[in-house]
């Protein structure tokens, strides 16, 4: 079955200190992994596609990188605004169509 | 704003009864996606249309159907509803290909009392 689990469930920084997020994933075939950002309330935001092992891409702060198992999403330097819901979703390349599969998220503080 | 609208933006409503949530997508978009979100769950697909075709099913309701219109926006209705129908609804769209990201509206919270 194919399954996605993010850790941790919540992360408390201090403005300005780095971390990782990570992702594991088990999937028939993976199509793409998504990265999407959600405010409370709000609707996902959608932060970055990755492809293939080794594939890495940068926005501002974070940076999400790709392994056959598992994806993490850096976060470097953060600030308060940063402060939100990270979900990381896969799109199987069989046996669906292109609906995603979430992971439960991980909600992540940062104080000034 | 991504792009994908959707209405209500709130709906409060009894058990039992039936209700109608809309969704417009990104301009170009052929399909769409329905997505449940409760606080135990996380998000969960509902069901997906493609160009006013049903393309696939998630964990879908028999009480709840979805059509989408020869205008590509969509409808997903709920009936005979009960307490744990209480979520929020996001519609999605994606314009298909490789590139296929998916872009959520702003979702329609629903509370069943």
């Known amino acids: 079955e194919d399954q996605v689990t993010q850790s941790p469930e919540a992360l408390r920084l201090q403005e300005g200190e780095s971390s990782s997020l990570n992702c594991s994933y088990t999937?028939?075939?993976?199509?793409?992994l998504f990265w999407y950002r959600q405010d409370p309330g709000k609707g996902p935001e959608f932060l970055f596609t990755l492809y293939s092992a080794g594939e890495e891409k940068e926005k501002e702060r974070l940076k999400a990188t790709l392994t056959k198992k598992e994806s993490f999403l850096h976060i470097t330097a953060p600030k308060p605004e940063d402060s939100a819901t990270y979900l990381c979703a896969v799109q199987a390349e069989w046996g669906s169509q292109g609906n995603l599969i979430f992971g439960k998220g991980t909600k992540l503080s940062v104080k000034p | 704003d991504s792009g994908v609208t959707q209405t209500p933006k709130h709906l409060i409503t009894a058990t039992g009864q039936r209700v109608t949530l809309r969704c417009s997508p990104r301009?170009?978009?052929?399909?769409v996606y329905w997505y449940q979100q409760s606080l135990d769950q996380g998000l969960q697909f509902l069901i997906q249309y493609y160009n006013g075709e049903e393309r696939a099913k998630g964990n879908i309701l028999e009480r709840f159907s979805a059509q989408q219109f020869p205008d590509l926006h969509s409808e997903l209705n709920l009936s005979s509803l009960e307490l744990g129908d209480s979520a929020l609804y996001f519609c999605?769209?994606?314009?298909?290909?490789?590139?296929?990201?998916?872009?959520f509206g702003p979702g329609t919270r629903l509370t069943v009392t």
């Open positions: 301009s170009g978009d052929l399909s």
């Open positions: 999605a769209s994606s314009g298909g290909g490789r590139s296929n990201e998916q872009y």
């Open positions: 999937v028939s075939g993976l199509r793409g």
